[in-house]
């Protein structure tokens, strides 16, 4: 990535030597997973582009959308909820990270079982490795894992953290709580941004997120397609690229591929031939650069058909009810929505197996890896519910527990192709 942004990043306190070095690894990295796929749709040169620019021009719309008085919202979880961020006209930026970086920092403040993915935003940090966290006014966080519900109490020590109590159950009284989290929410937004909601703003944010989400469906529903029109990694990179661009531009851009792919299906191209083997990934989310296990199986020759995760349907299978009219009916909406994300740190969560049977009868996946992040207690331990209800469905099965790092890269490769030899 171009040097002409070194004055932003210094401006942001990013260590320059490291950054640099990172932005190398990581480009060399991309060009070998994603460049080196073949028959890529077209479309898909605008998410190379915004990956070549990920620190570069998307930080600097961040620093003159700030300059434009507009505030910049960093979110770790789906169940924050983004229309109250476009409501008083803030930037709304998936902090997730999926790299492992940092470590050594993240850990003199974190125990060294913490999953991968809270030592990543903390490594991140420490290290002065991402403009994004640094651009950010305000953070917020959610009690939802037992990790990061610490972690954000020790993160608050380096920049504004705002945390909203996410339940663990879905009765009534949870689902009320949610509720009044999403109003404390909305007054702690108006407050930080100086700008009261209104139903017209909310409503406009509401038509524009669920924009967005249609469009992740349809690639989604497109995916069902025989041979598959798209890869596993590309669809991943769309879902990973919509929680940090423009969200009318990447709309856009997810509409266009989807016309691609159209015309992909129609003319029977696929990116595999038909008789790959068919994956349905389910787990925790895969944030960017966090493709071990799609570039896995598909140099395996097989093909990822869909993502039960919150990079994935978890994330966009539903919408908010639009064009209400009165301010605490949209909230009300909008809390429901958030309620139905079936995510591990609920209990009882009958739904995500429910969820992952329907989608492997959708995708026609023949088998599903299960994939959850090392030391992530919600999803190890659900792994084995996720087991009994395939293996009652008679639906072959794979779990995976693994970090960032790619020192397990050969011993993973070996029980991905045993796996996929069994299908
Ligand atoms: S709604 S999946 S985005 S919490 S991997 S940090 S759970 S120990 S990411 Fe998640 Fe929201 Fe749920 Fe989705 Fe904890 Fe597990 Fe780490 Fe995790």
């Given at each position: 990535m171009s040097e002409i942004y070194n004055g932003m990043w210094q401006r942001l306190g990013l260590n320059l030597e490291a950054h640099h070095e990172l932005l190398k690894t990581l480009g060399v990295f991309y060009s070998d997973i994603y460049l080196s796929q073949k028959d890529r749709p077209k479309a898909m040169e605008y998410f190379d582009f915004v990956m070549s620019e990920v620190h570069g021009l998307r930080i600097q719309e961040l620093q003159e959308a700030k300059a434009n008085g507009r505030r910049v919202i960093g979110t770790f979880c789906v169940f924050v909820p983004e229309e109250l961020i476009l409501a008083v006209d803030g930037v709304c930026i998936g902090l997730c990270a999926g790299a492992e970086v940092g470590i050594y920092q993240a850990e003199q403040y974190l125990p060294r079982n913490t999953c991968s993915l809270i030592k990543s935003f903390f490594g991140f940090k420490l290290a002065g490795l991402c403009p994004f966290t640094n651009s950010c006014d305000l953070v917020i966080g959610e009690t939802t894992c037992d990790g990061k519900k610490k972690a954000y109490e020790i993160f608050g020590g380096f920049q504004p953290v705002y945390v909203m109590e996410v339940p663990q159950t879905k009765s009534e009284a949870a689902h009320r709580l949610y509720e009044s989290e999403v109003v404390r929410l909305k007054d702690h937004l108006e407050a930080v941004s100086g700008k009261k909601i209104t139903v017209k703003a909310l409503n406009q944010a509401i038509r524009l997120v669920n924009r967005r989400r249609r469009g992740l469906q349809r690639l989604n529903r497109l995916r069902f397609a025989s041979p598959a029109p798209v890869s596993g990694l590309d669809a991943l990179l769309v879902n990973q690229v919509a929680f940090y661009d423009d969200p009318v531009r990447v709309t856009e851009a997810i509409e266009r591929l989807c016309d691609e792919i159209e015309d992909r299906i129609k003319a029977n191209q696929g990116v595999k031939p038909v008789g790959a083997k068919r994956i349905l990934v389910s787990g925790c989310p895969m944030a960017i650069p966090n493709w071990k296990i799609p570039m896995i199986v598909e140099q395996a020759g097989a093909v990822i058909v869909g993502e039960e995760s919150c990079v994935g349907e978890r994330h966009t299978k539903n919408t908010v009810k639009e064009d209400l009219t009165d301010l605490n009916d949209i909230l009300h909406a909008i809390a429901r929505r958030y309620m139905q994300i079936d995510c591990a740190?609920?209990?009882?969560?009958?739904e995500r197996m429910d969820h992952i049977i329907e989608l492997v009868r959708k995708t026609e996946a023949q088998g599903v890896i299960h994939y959850a992040i090392q030391f992530c207690q919600p999803y190890t331990i659900e792994a084995k519910r996720v087991e009994e209800r395939l293996r009652l469905e008679g639906i072959q099965y794979l779990r995976i527990e693994t970090d960032y790092s790619l020192q397990d890269l050969e011993a993973l490769k070996t029980r991905i192709e045993a796996f996929l030899e069994t299908l």
């Open positions: 740190t609920f209990t009882p969560n009958e």
